[in-house]
């Protein structure tokens, strides 16, 4: 029953990002910042046979990058300045941070950085139907570098926030949570904490469809995560 509604309000779950779905066709632009393994955008890809501009810090995979028609992915961090990036890549997971995540280390890299601006330089002046931001705590730093104009181009950003691994940056976040509403977006979280986040520019969602999203959808979803769970733990 649930999926039914989700899809009545267009909503895609994608590698524990969620966006609307109704702004996506063959001719989006969608930009993936942190393409990892590529799950996200090859699953974008195959839904809506679209454009996607990705960028992939850690060497080892973007050497082993997949490939797809309409596919671009570019060596490099994103954050908020236009420098060499240090990163850290931890042993056992693909996640590479500005954050050691790990003892275990499979060594540290410095790659060429790309703040939000230059992203966009890099297409036309075709407006974004939706960035993906998983930079491993890089985030406030991107937001908070980039112009209200720039951050306006792109109709929807789903963004994974990392104030689970450090959270004296939640005082950070709700001032860019402060901003985003101030230059005309809405919000609506995902999860229980920060982990998936929405930001849906106005112009692309009527009140009564957000009103529905963030105040049942979105609450319907966690209390069925909640029922999963114990289900889980009955089973055991």
Request: charged share 30%; aromatic share 12%; net charge neutral.
């Amino acid at each position: 029953m649930f999926n039914r509604i989700r899809r009545s309000f267009q909503l895609r779950h994608i590698q524990e990002h969620t966006f609307l779905d109704d702004h996506l066709d063959s001719d989006s632009l969608v930009i993936d910042l942190g393409f990892n393994r590529g799950l996200f955008s090859l699953h974008v890809l195959n839904l809506y046979r679209c454009q996607v501009l990705a960028f992939e810090p850690v060497s080892e995979l973007f050497d082993a990058r997949p490939t797809g028609r309409g596919l671009t992915v570019v060596h490099g961090a994103v954050g908020g300045e236009e420098k060499e990036i240090l990163i850290h890549k931890s042993l056992g997971t693909d996640a590479s941070s500005k954050f050691k995540l790990t003892e275990e280390s499979l060594g540290d890299e410095t790659v060429d950085g790309y703040s939000l601006e230059r992203v966009f330089s890099m297409i036309t002046d075709k407006e974004i139907s939706l960035v993906k931001v998983d930079i491993e705590g890089s985030e406030i730093e991107l937001f908070g570098f980039a112009s209200d104009y720039i951050i306006r181009r792109s109709k929807q950003y789903s963004v994974e926030f990392h104030d689970f691994i450090d959270p004296s940056m939640i005082d950070d976040i709700n001032i860019l949570f402060a901003r985003m509403k101030r230059i005309g977006y809405y919000r609506i979280n995902f999860s229980r904490g920060n982990g998936n986040v929405l930001f849906v520019r106005k112009d692309c969602i009527s009140i009564f469809n957000y009103i529905i999203l963030n105040f049942v959808i979105r609450n319907v979803r966690g209390l069925m995560r909640i029922f999963r769970r114990k289900l889980s733990f009955r089973a055991r």
